[in-house]
């Protein structure tokens, strides 16, 4: 797999977008995740989070380019975390 095929979710196909952790994440570094609201892992994740968890949660495809490694990224809205996106124009 190229960096490039990396940067787009195997989900859906999207980019992925980057944005920053907050202060208080795990992550010190730039992270990318896919923002796409119709991507299946998303919207599924939805359905998992209330039969597992009972909690109205979801999570969004997340790359992490320092370790390469992927896995969810926990949100509790569609517009969780977009306010930290930082490579995504907004209107
Ligand atoms: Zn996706």
């Known amino acids: 797999m190229t960096d490039k095929e990396k940067l787009t979710c195997p989900h859906c196909g999207a980019r992925l977008l980057k944005w920053a952790p907050p202060d208080n994440s795990t992550w010190d570094d730039f992270q990318y995740a896919?923002?796409?609201d119709e991507c299946l892992y998303y919207?599924?994740?939805w359905d998992w989070m209330m039969k597992k968890f009972k909690v109205k949660a979801s999570y969004r495809y997340r790359y992490d380019p320092q370790t390469g490694q992927t896995g969810p990224l926990a949100v509790w809205s569609d517009t969780?975390?977009?306010?930290?996106?930082?490579?995504e124009?907004?209107?």
């Open 34 to 36: 896919c923002f796409n």
């Open 43 to 45: 919207q599924k994740g």
């Open 80 to 87: 969780a975390i977009r306010n930290l996106v930082i490579d």
């Open 89 to 91: 124009k907004k209107d």
